[in-house]
């Protein structure tokens, strides 16, 4: 790994709102002052009660429980809009660019969403919507989608966002998990000159047995598509738009009132659906926000995520708006229609901060840099990473190539379950590192524990957890706060977590290796392995099955399964395709296995736990016998030797 310094750049350390000197007195005090400390930062929130106390957390078992600002008063929408009504009113707070780049770009300015808002908000409360009721959004990505989430927050209902690309099952189980009596969907989504059927695909979730609290849908007209409407049911946005008054007053909202759920997966089981508060996380996305990218008034900011993941929740929407700024939401594909569109894109709005995703940079250069070099990005001042480790290369032409050795890189490291940047370079205080996240940000009190849960101190490397709360944390699981305990807190007992390992450097920087557990990383999207296996299970020719992650050159890693067939049934190139299709059916594309090795029998223990450090390894092509390891505790060593042969016809 390279260890080079990569200096702030003189311009930003000459007007960048945080120095070197600066972020380190911040940190110090953010820790050793946290109560002082976290009640001034919250003053960047517009209070209706302000709150008098910040944390109120314990991750010990006795006492467990995470609150912030708990006596404080606010509504999350009059924060992103009508605060800004008075000095910001006209500027732009939405910059829409579409699909196709034959088409214009739409632009709402805070005035204008803030009215469209308010009707949304109406015609949320006129389909049944109350305070703390779910309301699912299945959408593409429109500025309605951006409405929608801030017409729940503003009467007080909680949303869940579900990503277009989720297939109906997904859909439904995400819907029933939260009781979810509302949708907002779209006719369809577009995405690379290609049509997503949202909307027929809400209709088959809702036609699953096990679906069956959704009293009402609204349905964007967004491409005109041809779609079936259920009378009583599902109505037209326009439509009911058109039908309500114009005016909403903000519900009045304790900080720890639930603002979203949203659905992740994780080492076991089913997704969970992680629970953001109002305030807490409202605070954390402006903050990092504001740090980070060290947000300026004028600047156009594009985060380049979808709305259905928390990078979209907190960087498209929540983070940006809070502060005033101009956010741009892109429809489309970073390559799409040529490798150039990314940064035809920046230059047609001349974003000023870019934020995107260590994938699409890899799939970006092996394309060529000529298809960069043709356009200008003199707009440019700041690029960002986010959602999987960055590899030194792509770190390289992100900055060198993207760039041209002008933008620091913002590379931050964070989770669903954090709600914003935990661990990331601020542009006019960090020297960088390519491929290091670099420090905490204020308030994260990172440690590397090992295995024991044993604090390493200096350079050391190990599992990465976080010894005390933020505001921007996860509060519970839906509906099972028992599970949140179970799996964020009792692996180190009175500590977060997190699921990655990390490296700290002489100089204290950290490095991200990655998870530690069964979660894999594919193109930045986390994919439970148990997810994938329950997938292939259900299927009637499989028995058994076993995922795990393998490295792919583009997507970080991508899915490798190993399936044993039912006594009777034969492996062939068909089944292959069945069974693929039918993981991407069950789950959604961003499932879809890159290896399916039909396998007799998997690498169990004598107590019938299944060896997956042996099929990472085999996956990863590693099948020397040094590299298997010992496998003398298997039930039957064979099987390994079987797979190993096997592997051949298939990888
Ligand atoms: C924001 C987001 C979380 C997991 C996380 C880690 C990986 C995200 C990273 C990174 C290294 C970074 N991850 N950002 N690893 N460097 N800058 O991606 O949330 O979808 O919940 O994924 O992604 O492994 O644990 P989420």
Redesign the pocket.
């Known amino acids: 790994m390279s260890e080079d310094l990569f200096p702030i750049p003189a311009d930003w350390a000459a007007h960048a709102r945080m120095n070197q000197t600066a972020r380190a007195a911040d940190y110090r005090r953010s820790l050793d002052d946290g109560d002082a400390y976290w009640l001034e930062q919250a003053q960047r929130l517009d209070w209706i009660t302000p709150p008098t106390r910040a944390s109120d957390s314990s991750f010990d078992e006795a006492d467990f429980g995470i609150q912030w600002f708990a006596d404080g008063t606010l509504n999350v929408s009059a924060n992103c809009l009508d605060r800004h009504l008075a000095e910001r009113g006209d500027v732009t707070a939405i910059l829409w660019e579409p699909d196709d780049p034959s088409e214009a770009p739409r632009s709402l300015t805070y005035r204008e969403l803030h009215a469209e808002v308010c009707r949304f908000a109406n015609v949320l409360k006129d389909a049944g919507a109350r305070r703390g009721d779910r309301i699912t959004i299945y959408m593409p990505m429109i500025p309605e989608a951006a409405m929608a989430l801030l017409a729940c927050a503003r009467i007080g209902a909680i949303h869940s966002v579900v990503f277009g690309g989720f297939s109906p099952e997904a859909l439904a189980g995400r819907i029933t998990d939260c009781d979810s009596s509302i949708v907002v969907t779209a006719d369809e989504g577009r995405r690379g000159g290609k049509r997503v059927p949202l909307k027929a695909n809400v209709d088959a979730a809702l036609a699953l047995d096990h679906c069956t609290s959704v009293r009402r849908v609204l349905v964007v007209r967004a491409t005109g598509g041809a779609v079936a409407m259920q009378p009583g049911r599902d109505s037209w946005y326009d439509e009911a738009m058109a039908g309500v008054a114009p005016d909403c007053p903000a519900e009045v909202m304790n900080a720890e009132d639930p603002l979203f759920l949203l659905y992740?997966s994780g080492s076991t089981g089913k997704p969970k659906g992680v629970v953001h508060s109002s305030g807490g996380y409202l605070l954390w996305a402006s903050l990092t926000h504001a740090l980070c990218f060290d947000y300026r008034p004028g600047d156009v900011w594009w985060c380049a995520a979808d709305v259905g993941?928390?990078?979209g929740h907190?960087y498209i929407v929540y983070g940006p708006l809070a502060n005033g700024a101009t956010t741009l939401m892109y429809e489309g594909l970073p390559s799409w229609p040529t490798p150039s569109r990314i940064w035809e894109v920046v230059d047609r709005h001349q974003v000023h901060t870019l934020f995107t995703?260590?994938t699409v940079l890899r799939a970006l250069m092996k394309e060529g840099d000529h298809h960069v070099a043709k356009t200008s990005r003199a707009s440019l001042q700041l690029l960002g990473?986010?959602?999987?480790?960055?590899n030194p290369e792509a770190w390289r032409w992100y900055h060198g190539v993207a760039g041209e050795g002008r933008c620091p890189i913002i590379?931050?490291?964070?989770?669903?379950?954090?709600g914003g940047a935990m661990?990331?370079p601020m542009p006019g205080a960090t020297d960088l590192k390519p491929g290091s996240?670099t420090f905490p940000m204020p308030g994260v009190e990172a440690q590397i524990v090992d295995g024991e849960g044993a604090v390493q101190d200096g350079a050391s490397e190990g599992n990465l957890v976080i010894a005390r709360s933020w505001p921007g944390q996860m509060r519970t699981v839906w509906n099972d706060h028992e599970r949140f305990f179970q799996t964020y807190f009792t692996t180190f007992p009175g500590k977060y977590t997190?699921?990655?390992g990390a490296r700290r450097d002489e100089d204290g920087y950290y490095w991200?290796t990655?998870?530690v557990d069964d979660?894999i990383?594919v193109s930045?999207?986390?994919m439970g392995t148990a997810e994938v296996e329950s997938a292939l299970v259900l299927h009637a020719t499989v028995a058994e099955a076993a995922v795990v992650g393998m490295p792919h050159d583009i997507k970080g890693q991508g899915i490798y399964a190993y399936v044993t067939l039912n006594v009777g049934e034969e492996p062939s190139e068909d089944l292959r395709r069945t069974l693929t299709q039918w993981v991407r059916s069950e789950i959604g594309p961003i499932a879809t296995p890159d290896v399916i090795q039909f396998a007799p029998g998997l690498p169990k223990t004598r107590s019938g736990k299944i060896m997956r450090r042996i099929l990472r390894k085999i996956a990863e092509g590693e099948v020397s016998a040094q590299a298997l390891g010992d496998v003398s505790t298997l039930a039957d060593p064979s099987v390994v030797a079987d797979l190993v042969r096997s592997r051949a016809g298939v990888a």
């Open positions: 992740t993941w928390v990078t907190s995703a260590p990473s986010v959602g999987e480790p960055i590379d931050t490291w964070w989770q669903t379950e954090t661990i990331a996240a997190t699921g990655d991200i990655g998870r979660v990383n930045g999207h986390r």
